[in-house]
T-cell receptor
């Protein structure tokens, strides 16, 4: 069965710091990869996705993620975080043609102004 | 509707009671998912409906949990004889067949079992 690991459960940063959240998955075949974000009091929403093509994908609000197939990773990055980026971030994977995404445990990000 | 609607938003019940949680997906979305979000545990898949196909129930944790989807639209998740470990936020999401599995989530139903 596929699994998704998010190594950082809690991250605390100051504004303007750079961000990288790790995501690794355990499936060797074709994958679709996602990052979802849940801002305080809001629904989970899509941040960015990778299906094929350029392994560096850009999402909303200046976020980007890089798919590294050899490392089974899809890390999320942002060069300079803002207080409004405070949220819970979830990595998700669809593997092997499955229509059911498997989610990681999530990373809680707190950005201090 | 414009988004995925879930009700109730909050439910407090006593151990042993049955509860029903409702999900109204985005109009035209053929796929519907239920997930459970427990504190620090991420999202746990429960059940998946796609059109008129038999649902994928592989994530249901016990036979106390069941779900149905009527007319390919509204879904109800039922938990019988609730236990304290059932306390969680139950999330519903929908997706269009051609949406490449991008899920649109509802606000969730927070269940507290006393």
């Amino acid at each position: 069965a596929q699994s998704v690991s998010q190594h950082n459960h809690h991250v605390i940063l100051s504004e303007a710091a750079s961000l990288e959240l790790g995501c690794n998955y355990s499936y060797g075949g074709t994958v679709n990869l996602f990052w979802y974000v849940q801002y305080p009091g809001q629904h989970l929403q899509l941040l960015l996705k990778y299906f094929s093509g350029d392994p560096l994908v850009k999402g909303i609000k200046g976020f980007e993620a890089e798919f590294i197939k050899s490392k089974f990773s899809f890390n999320l990055r942002k060069p300079s975080v803002q207080w409004s980026d405070t949220a819970e971030y979830f990595c998700a994977v669809n593997a092997g043609g499955s229509y059911i995404p498997t989610f990681g445990r999530g990373t809680s990000l707190i950005v201090h102004p | 509707g414009a988004g995925v609607s879930q009700s109730p938003s909050n439910k407090v019940t006593e151990k042993g009671k049955d509860v029903e949680l409702r999900c109204d997906p985005i109009s035209g979305h053929t796929a519907l998912y239920w997930y459970r979000q427990s504190l620090g545990q991420g999202l746990e898949f429960l059940i998946y409906f796609q059109g008129n196909s038999a649902p994928d129930k592989s994530g249901l944790p016990s036979d106390r949990f069941s779900a149905e989807r009527t007319g390919g639209s509204v879904s109800t998740l039922t938990i019988q004889r609730t236990q304290q470990e059932d306390s969680a936020v139950y999330l519903c999401a929908s997706s269009s067949t051609y949406g490449a599995n991008v899920l649109t989530f509802g606000a969730g139903s927070r269940l507290t079992v006393l």
